[in-house]
C-alpha cells in the first residue's frame, strides 16, 4: 500500500499499486515527441498548472492577473468596518499576483528535481545493467515523475484566465497522436513506485528518456513566466526557499499540493 510520507503524484488513485504494466508503443511515444515539439510546442499540463495559462513577459502576466482578478469581482457586501471596495480590490489583486508567483516557482522547481533525480536513475541504470533497481527516495522520484506525465497525458488541460477551453479538443489529439501512451506512463510509473527494478527494462529506460524531456519542457515553460510575474509585481517577494531549494524536497511537493487555482 501506498504511505503518506511521499508525495506521490496529485491526482492518481491511492491504494494498492498497479499489478500489471501496459507495453509502451515505442513508435507512438516517438509520435508524440515530434508532435509537442514541434507543434504543440509546450509541456501537457494538468487541471493545476493548465489554469496558469499566460504569455511570458510583464503584460502577460499583468493580462493574466488583471483577468483572473475580473474573474472574481470583490463583493461590496462583504467588506468589513473601515475597509473600501478600492482597497479590497487592490489586496486581491496582490494575492493573485502572490499566488502566481510561488505557483509557477513550483511548477519551476519541481520540474528540475524531477528532472536530476530520473537523470540520475537512468545513470544508474546505464553504468550497471545487471544490478537489480534498489528502492530509494530517487527512484521513487523518477517513478512518481513517470506516472505524473501518464496522468497528464489522460487527463489534459488547456484552459486560459479568459474562460475559453480547449482541453477536449488537446485530448482527443493526443489520443490521435500517441494512443494509450498516457495509460501505459501511468501503469509503469505507479508500479515502479514499489518494484523499481522495472525501471532497468527497456520499456523502463525509454519511460525515463521520454519523461526527462517532458521535464525539460516544463522548466523551460515555467522559468520566463515566473520572471514575468516578478517583473509585472516586483513588490510580490519571491519565494526564494522554492527557487533555491533550501528546504526538503518532501515539502516542496506539500506546498505543490495546497497550491489552488488563482
Not at 77 to 90: N, P, V
Not at 227 to 251: C, D, G, N
Request: proline share 4%.
Amino acid at each position: 500500500m501506498k504511505g503518506s510520507s511521499f508525495p506521490f503524484a496529485k491526482y492518481r488513485e491511492w491504494g494498492a499499486n498497479a499489478t500489471t504494466v501496459t507495453e509502451l508503443n515505442t513508435d507512438a511515444i516517438q509520435q508524440l515527441s515530434e508532435w509537442q515539439d514541434t507543434l504543440y510546442k509546450r509541456p501537457i499540463l494538468d487541471d493545476i498548472t493548465g489554469s496558469y495559462q499566460f504569455y511570458p513577459s510583464e503584460n502577460g502576466a499583468k493580462a493574466y492577473v488583471n483577468g483572473t482578478a475580473r474573474n472574481r469581482p470583490v463583493n461590496s457586501d462583504e467588506l468589513e468596518d473601515g475597509d473600501t471596495l478600492e482597497g479590497k480590490t487592490a489586496r486581491q489583486l496582490m494575492h493573485i499576483a502572490s499566488n502566481s508567483e510561488l505557483a509557477t516557482a513550483l511548477f519551476w522547481t519541481i520540474a528540475l528535481v524531477r528532472h536530476d533525480h530520473l537523470a540520475q536513475t537512468i545513470n544508474t541504470v546505464v553504468d550497471n545493467p545487471d544490478q537489480d533497481v534498489e528502492l530509494t527516495y530517487g527512484t521513487k522520484l523518477a517513478a512518481d515523475a513517470i506516472a505524473d506525465y501518464g496522468y497528464c497525458l489522460e487527463n489534459p488541460v488547456d484552459l486560459e484566465f479568459s474562460g475559453k477551453n480547449r482541453s477536449k479538443g488537446l485530448k482527443k489529439e493526443i489520443r490521435r497522436v500517441a494512443p494509450g501512451v498516457g495509460k501505459s506512463l501511468l501503469s509503469l510509473g505507479d508500479f515502479a513506485t514499489e518494484e523499481p527494478d522495472i525501471l532497468r527494462s527497456y520499456d523502463g529506460i525509454v519511460a525515463m528518456q521520454t519523461v526527462l524531456v517532458e521535464q525539460e519542457r516544463r522548466y523551460n515553460h515555467w522559468s520566463p513566466r515566473h520572471e514575468a510575474i516578478h517583473r509585472a509585481f516586483p513588490s510580490v517577494p519571491l519565494s526564494k526557499e522554492v527557487l533555491y531549494q533550501s528546504i526538503e524536497t518532501h515539502e516542496i511537493f506539500w506546498l505543490y499540493d495546497q497550491i489552488k487555482v488563482a
